[in-house]
């Protein structure tokens, strides 16, 4: 059994940084990870993912904020959050897919002076 196992979250000022980690548990290495996230009342929403191959993709609302890398050799991927805003408070949720899919517990992040 796959668990991704989030850490990193916690409460930041505005224009503050975080830095998320979601490690796998396993040899499995997945083509596809990523971050969704869920403010209170909202649908889950993507973040950002990352392929294998270190393709890339962003919402437009954290584009040129938030970078997602990953490191194969640790089965980790990882979301660095710059210049955070109160919208991005959230629960933040790790994603990894392959043959399967599977979600981490989520880790709260609040943005609040």
């Known amino acids: 059994q796959v668990q991704l196992v989030e850490s990193g979250g916690g409460l930041v000022q505005p224009g503050g940084s975080l830095r998320l980690s979601c490690a796998a548990s396993?040899?499995?290495?997945?083509?596809?990870m990523g971050w969704y996230r869920q403010a209170p009342g909202k649908q889950r929403e993507l973040v950002a993912t990352?392929?294998?191959?270190?393709?890339?993709n962003y919402a437009d609302s954290v584009k040129g904020r938030f970078t997602i890398s990953r490191d194969d050799a640790k089965n980790t991927v990882y979301l660095q959050m710059n210049s955070l805003k109160p919208e991005d408070t959230a629960v933040y949720y790790c994603?990894?897919?392959?043959?399967?899919?599977?979600w981490g517990q989520g880790t709260r992040v609040t943005v609040s002076s």
């Open positions: 990352i392929t294998r191959g270190g393709s890339t």
């Open positions: 994603y990894a897919a392959g043959a399967f899919s599977f």
């Open positions: 396993g040899s499995i290495l997945f083509n596809f």
